[in-house]
Structures are given as structure tokens and as C-alpha cells.
């Protein structure tokens, strides 16, 4: 049918401007150039975006084998190295080699994106290491993040990579670093109370991305409010 919103021509598309100043922003860049100029031809974006939910999902399957073995921390590291590669190497492969895809990128990295953190998070939430109540907040509030970026990417033109010095990456070298920690120290006294070391961390991090969250969201609104007040 001529009036199906599917069959429609694309309109004009003007892919947004990134924003990236997380603390390893122009090193890893740089590292992610050289290692797309070395790749073998066969292997294309897609296969690194499948690499990075495929080793979030593996990441996933890791926490929740936790629960019979704390050693398998270790195995969530490697993954989280697994997802980095995959995740942040696909949208520099399709440039290096001029084969941009920008909305397609755009839409399917970032729906990628949000099914590897619920595998992670919830393979987290079934490991024992933490309440679960605790990680599906923090699953909350990170798909709360990101469909904040969603829309004010759409609004204003402008994806913003990174919040501050932290990004993706900072987020997932923190992560490793928890994993690490949790099997020296998976309980800590806190007020004279025992404590499961990932609550105290999964709790601080859910409310710092909820508040990240939050002000972005007013930051926003404000700016759209300003530039249309008129």
C-alpha cells in the first residue's frame, strides 16, 4: 500500500553529533583505529555487535554459575573484556572502512546494548552475590539512562557517549574491579552491620546513574524549553 508508514522513502537523515570526554576517550580511539585497520575483511560490524551481546549473555551465565563457585568472577571479567572489543569496535570498523550505516547503527547497537545489560544484570541478580531487589534497581535505572539518551539524542542532534569522565568503558573497568574485590571481601561491616559487598556497591551505583539520570533529564528539558520558548 502507497500510505504504508514501512513501504515510506526515508526522510532526510542527519546523523547526530557524538559527545565523548570520558577519561580514556582519545586513547582507546586511538587503540580502536589500529586494531580496525588490522582486521581480517571478513569479519564486519555485525559480527563485532553480536560478539558483545553474545559475551554479555555468556557475562550473564557467569554470575549466575556464582552461585555454585565465586571463581567464575573471573570468567565475568573475561567477557567484560569480550563485550568492550565487540561493543566498541563495531561503529569504528564501518568507518574505517567508509560502510556507514548510521541509522541502523545507531538503533540496533543501542537495542543491543540494553538486552547485554539485562542478560548481565540478571544473571547478576541470580548469583547469590547480591539482593536481587538491588540489581533490578540498577537495571532500572540504567534503561532509565538510556532512554534519556534516546530521546535527547533524537531532540537535540547530539549523542552524548559518555557523562563526565565516565563512559562505557570506565563503567566496565569499575565492574571488573567490584568482581575482583567480591572475591576477597564478598561481605564488609558497615555501622556495625554485615553487609553483601555487591549491595553496597550495586545501591551507590544505582543511585549515582539514577541521579545522573535525573539531571540530564532536567539539563534537557530545560535546553528544548529554551530554544523553543519563542
Known amino acids: 500500500m502507497a500510505d504504508d508508514p514501512a513501504r515510506a522513502e526515508p526522510a532526510a537523515y542527519r546523523e547526530a553529533r557524538r559527545e565523548h570526554t570520558s577519561l580514556t576517550a582519545t586513547a582507546e580511539k586511538k587503540l580502536l583505529v589500529w586494531m580496525a585497520e588490522r582486521l581480517p575483511p571478513w569479519v564486519n560490524a555485525d559480527h563485532l555487535t553480536a560478539l558483545g551481546l553474545a559475551a554479555f549473555a555468556l557475562g550473564g ?37 567508509n560502510k556507514l550505516r548510521p541509522r541502523y547503527g545507531f538503533y540496533v547497537d ?12 540478571l544473571g547478576l541478580a541470580y548469583s547469590t552475590l547480591v539482593t536481587p531487589a538491588v540489581a533490578i534497581a540498577l537495571l532500572v535505572a540504567y534503561f532509565f539512562l538510556t532512554i534519556n539518551m534516546g530521546y535527547a539524542t533524537h531532540a537535540l542532534g547530539v549523542f552524548k557517549i559518555s557523562f563526565g569522565a565516565v563512559g562505557g568503558t570506565e563503567m566496565r573497568i569499575m565492574l571488573a574491579l567490584v568482581n575482583l574485590a567480591v572475591l576477597r571481601w564478598p561481605r564488609v561491616t558497615l555501622a556495625g552491620r554485615e553487609w553483601l559487598l555487591f549491595d553496597v556497591v550495586g545501591l551507590a551505583a544505582t543511585v549515582a546513574v539514577a541521579f545522573t539520570a535525573l539531571r540530564s533529564t532536567a539539563q534537557v528539558g530545560k535546553r528544548l524549553y529554551d530554544l523553543e520558548r519563542l
Do not use: E, I, K
Open 61 to 97: 551465565l557467569a554470575y549466575w554459575s556464582c552461585r555454585r563457585d565465586p571463581q567464575f568472577l573471573h570468567a565475568v571479567n573475561a567477557c567484560l573484556v569480550l563485550n568492550w572489543l565487540g561493543d566498541s569496535l563495531d561503529g569504528t570498523v564501518a568507518r574505517v572502512r
Open 110 to 121: 543501542h537495542m543491543v546494548d540494553a538486552l547485554a545489560a539485562l542478560f548481565l544484570l
